[in-house]
């Protein structure tokens, strides 16, 4: 999933709908300015939740395109979105690593 993250990043950035890593992350990802950044660097695996808002995001844009005439622009957002909702279906039945988190009373809790 985050090949695909990084092409619907470059694609948004070629049509002008973000203008950097940062605004990627806090207006298209709905997190912190450095989140894209850190996925990448971790090679994290993104939060499903995060890329489920991503493709709400996604077809809204698409709908604001369409209203402007822009098809060019529209056809990309419409592939990107197909793809990321694929692979959000696998990602969601896919089992993932559980998280370790330490409580403040240092006990652990699997998710």
């Known amino acids: ?3 695909l993250l990084k092409e ?3 694609s948004l950035k ?3 709908l973000t203008r ?6 806090t207006e298209w990802l709905g997190r912190s300015s ?6 990448l660097a971790t090679d994290h695996l993104p939060a499903l939740d ?3 808002g991503l493709y709400v995001r996604l077809n809204k844009q698409a709908d604001k395109l ?7 622009n529209i056809e990309l957002l419409d592939d990107i979105t ?30």
Request: charged share 30%.
């Open 50 to 52: 995060m890329m489920l």
């Open 34 to 39: 450095r989140h894209y950044s850190w996925v």
């Open 82 to 111: 197909k793809r990321l909702w694929a692979d959000l279906i696998d990602e969601s039945v896919r089992k993932r690593p559980h998280t370790l988190r330490v409580k403040s009373d240092h006990s652990h809790t699997i998710e």
């Open 20 to 25: 950097s890593g940062n605004h990627f992350s």
């Open 66 to 72: 369409k209203v402007d005439g822009d098809n060019k």
């Open 14 to 16: 070629n049509i002008n």
């Open 1 to 3: 999933m985050n090949e």
């Open 8 to 10: 619907i990043y470059k």
